[in-house]
């Protein structure tokens, strides 16, 4: 049986830039984190059980996990030591080769959640030296979300609790191949019925402004991650030359839009959907 295992930092000490002297730390924002995950993903329905494991030590949480017979563990993190961005690690063993079933999992949850910052994307990692992926039975995957060394990222992370656990939960979705609901699925009631409850309305899209072959800028990495979490392989470069226009082209063309390689409101709604 299939069983998520959401498992957030237990590093009390990882304080975040600028923030008080207790408390806003990694265990803390990675803990919310954790629990809005979990709250998100059982809003699907899909079936599969998900559990946050908090025990207060990395060991205690692989051990909980292991105790559970999670087949996916994620490991949400922040990053610290002066970089800046997002990255996810696998595991590989000591002669280097790679875990088939954690690779697929981090690429197919990754990009989503690289998607959703406008910092870096520093791309997918393979370790042999962390605990967490080599002690875990289930397949797993450390995600550092961004940096909280960093004031600007420190202050994403607080304010994207619920963005970042959108994407992980989007992910999780197409790696069990399933259809992301917005705002979760609707559980029938029994008859007779009450009032109709009304649906959750759809998260909104802020659309970002018309851009086209050589525009350049953050817009334009927006973009390019976007198309990454359709499949797409992109450099996130800020730079709208050949390849992104391509890659809009051929975009255009799957999604049955006007294909001219303009990035309007139409391709926004879309490829960020």
Same mark, same amino acid.
């Given at each position: 049986?299939?069983?998520?295992?959401?498992?957030?930092?237990?590093?009390?000490? &990882?304080?975040?830039?600028?923030?008080?002297?207790?408390?806003?730390?990694?265990?803390?924002?990675?803990?919310?984190?954790?629990?809005?995950?979990? !709250?998100?993903?059982?809003?699907?329905?899909?079936?599969?059980?998900?559990?946050?494991?908090?025990?207060?030590?990395?060991?205690?949480?692989?051990?909980?996990?292991?105790?559970?017979?999670?087949?996916?563990?994620?490991?949400?993190?922040?990053?610290?030591?002066?970089? &800046?961005?997002?990255?996810?690690?696998?595991?590989? &063993?000591?002669?280097?080769?790679?875990?088939?079933?954690?690779?697929?999992?981090?690429?197919?949850?990754?990009?989503?959640?690289?998607?959703?910052?406008?910092?870096?994307?520093?791309?997918?990692?393979?370790?042999?030296?962390?605990?967490?992926?080599?002690?875990?039975?289930?397949?797993?995957?450390?995600?550092?979300?961004?940096?909280?060394?960093?004031?600007?990222?420190?202050?994403?992370? !607080?304010?994207?609790?619920?963005?970042?656990?959108?994407?992980?939960?989007?992910?999780?979705?197409? #790696?069990?191949?399933?259809?992301?609901?917005?705002?979760?699925?609707?559980?029938?009631?029994?008859?007779?019925?009450?009032?109709?409850?009304?649906?959750?309305?759809?998260?909104?899209?802020?659309?970002?402004?018309?851009? #086209?072959?050589?525009? #350049?800028?953050?817009?334009?990495?927006?973009?390019?991650?976007?198309?990454?979490? #359709?499949?797409?392989?992109?450099?996130?470069?800020?730079?709208?030359?050949?390849?992104?226009?391509?890659?809009?082209?051929?975009?255009?063309?799957?999604?049955?839009?006007?294909?001219?390689?303009?990035?309007?409101?139409?391709?926004?709604?879309?490829?960020?959907?």
């Amino acid at each position: 049986m299939e069983k998520i295992v959401f498992s957030p930092s237990q590093q009390k000490a &990882n304080e975040y830039y600028g923030g008080p002297t207790v408390g806003d730390s990694e265990e803390f924002w990675m803990g919310l984190l954790a629990i809005e995950c979990k !709250r998100q993903w059982d809003a699907q329905s899909t079936g599969i059980p998900a559990y946050v494991v908090d025990t207060g030590t990395l060991s205690g949480n692989v051990t909980q996990s292991n105790s559970l017979d999670a087949t996916v563990h994620l490991a949400l993190h922040t990053n610290a030591g002066g970089g &800046n961005g997002t990255e996810a690690w696998a595991r590989k &063993n000591l002669l280097g080769v790679k875990s088939s079933g954690g690779t697929k999992l981090m690429e197919n949850v990754y990009p989503f959640i690289a998607a959703v910052s406008d910092m870096p994307d520093r791309g997918m990692k393979w370790s042999s030296g962390y605990y967490e992926l080599n002690h875990t039975k289930a397949y797993a995957v450390i995600i550092e979300y961004l940096f909280h060394d960093n004031a600007a990222e420190a202050e994403e992370m !607080r304010k994207s609790i619920a963005e970042f656990a959108t994407a992980t939960v989007q992910g999780l979705c197409k #790696h069990y191949g399933r259809g992301y609901l917005p705002g979760g699925a609707t559980v029938p009631q029994p008859k007779p019925q009450p009032k109709p409850k009304p649906k959750p309305p759809a998260p909104s899209i802020v659309i970002p402004p018309t851009i #086209h072959r050589g525009a #350049h800028g953050s817009v334009v990495m927006r973009l390019q991650r976007a198309l990454n979490a #359709h499949g797409y392989r992109l450099a996130v470069d800020g730079d709208f030359g050949p390849k992104t226009h391509n890659a809009v082209i051929a975009f255009q063309r799957k999604n049955r839009l006007a294909v001219d390689g303009i990035v309007g409101p139409k391709t926004w709604k879309k490829v960020l959907s």
